[in-house]
T-cell receptor
Framework: LAKTTQPISMDSYEGQEVNITCSHNNIATNDYITWYQQFPSQGPRFIIQGYKTKVTNEVASLFIPADRKSSTLSLPRVSLSDTAVYYCLVGAYNTNAGKSTFGDGTTLTVKP | EAQVTQNPRYLITVTGKKLTVTCSQNMNHEYMSWYRQDPGLGLRQIYYSMNVEVTDKGDVPEGYKVSRKEKRNFPLILESPSPNQTSLYFC???????????????FGPGTRLLVL
């Protein structure tokens, strides 16, 4: 499983766009990048997954450069309810077969 | 409603008294996992299961047992709990898909355990 590195914490204000970057220098060819969101005392929740270039859904966008050694989760116009811990995971179930490493995550605090 | 359930949600016990935390999913998922979460240490995988009767160790398996006799259930067993197993525990399930990618995990609400 590729090791990931994220900033420990980030602050933002309501209405701003937030970008959280994850480094994964040892990403394998068939690995995907997945982001989860976790609120205090709740289980993580899937946000978005991608392999290359850009992926967008109703919640976020995921930008992955050509070398795939990093990725950026972009949250448009954050609100107070986006305050949470965000985790970046790298892997592929057909090789990892259930094994999963979450890392420390990034604590995002959105201020009014 | 598709969900992962855990019981109990809160548990206070004493050192050495065997306990079981149950986990059940209604999504017919093949994969199930147990994690523990401690302040400053993030989520760490304890055990995982790829299907019935197939389990393997995660990153922190010491002091824990699991079993997967039915596809929907994946209980976590602490044969002799110790205070260092005081933690927040999460069960998760995910589906084996024919497409490429990384499985999307669905998490339960968590079980907060205190071992005195």
């Amino acid at each position: 499983l590729a090791k990931t590195t994220q900033p420990i914490s980030m602050d933002s204000y309501e209405g701003q766009e937030v970008n959280i970057t994850c480094s994964h220098n040892n990403i394998a060819t068939n690995d995907y990048i997945t982001w989860y969101q976790q609120f205090p005392s709740q289980g993580p929740r899937f946000i978005i997954q991608g392999y290359k270039t850009k992926v967008t859904n109703e919640v976020a966008s995921l930008f992955i450069p050509a070398d795939r050694k990093s990725s950026t989760l972009s949250l448009p116009r954050v609100s107070l309810s986006d305050t949470a811990v965000y985790y970046c995971l790298v892997g592929a179930y057909n090789t990892n077969a259930g094994k999963s490493t979450f890392g420390d995550g990034t604590t995002l605090t959105v201020k009014p | 409603e598709a969900q992962v359930t855990q019981n109990p949600r809160y548990l206070i016990t004493v050192t050495g008294k065997k306990l079981t935390v149950t986990c059940s999913q209604n999504m017919n998922h093949e994969y199930m996992s147990w994690y523990r979460q401690d302040p400053g240490l993030g989520l760490r995988q304890i055990y995982y299961s790829m299907n019935v009767e197939v389990t393997d160790k995660g990153d922190v398996p010491e002091g824990y047992k699991v079993s997967r006799k039915e596809k929907r259930n994946f209980p976590l067993i602490l044969e002799s709990p110790s205070p260092n197993q005081t933690s927040l525990y999460f069960c998760a399930s995910s589906s084996l898909s024919t497409r490429d990618g990384q499985e999307t995990q669905y998490f339960g609400p968590g079980t907060r355990l205190l071992v005195l």
